[in-house]
């Protein structure tokens, strides 16, 4: 997949308002979206993040006793967004399998889970030697080899 510039900075400012856990710039900077072509395609990109750092994370396809688990870490370690832990636990569920999330987690509390999400894993599961964003480069080579 190719990742646009624009996207990916949007996408970056996004999961860096999150490991900040400030809630106020997180939704400046997602009312600050010119259209909703531009939002969707952020949010597409950080979902598919997500996918991608819980295949990495878990060596491949995890199991739902591990993302009944990454639920429960996050939703403790990000309070600060009021995340439950089944709204988590949903939200991981329906991505890893590809399904619509509408039924479980509503549109608004799904945007937000992404860039939450994504914060989450990238900064509690990253290599010791690396920052938050050197491991979000890796995955990003990896989404962009992927066909």
Not at 5 to 18: F, K, Q, V
Not at 55 to 81: C, F, L, M, N, T
Request: with cysteine; glycine share 2%; net charge negative.
């Amino acid at each position: 997949m190719k990742i646009n510039s624009s996207t990916e900075a949007a996408m970056r400012a996004m999961i860096h308002a999150a490991v900040q856990r400030d809630f106020p710039k997180l939704d400046e900077r997602l009312r600050s979206l010119n259209d909703d072509n531009t939002a969707a395609a952020t949010v597409e990109l950080a979902l598919t993040l997500v996918g991608f750092l819980m295949v990495d994370i878990h060596k491949g396809r995890p199991s739902d006793d591990q993302i009944s688990a990454v639920a429960d870490e996050v939703a403790e370690a990000e309070s600060w967004a009021q995340p439950t832990r089944r709204e988590v636990a949903d939200f991981l569920m329906r991505l890893m399998r590809g399904e619509p999330f509408a039924s479980a987690v509503p549109t608004e509390n799904a945007i937000i889970l992404a860039f939450v999400v994504a914060a989450n894993l990238l900064s509690s599961c990253r290599r010791d030697d690396e920052k938050w964003w050197d491991y979000l480069d890796r995955m990003e080579v990896a989404m962009e080899a992927a066909k």
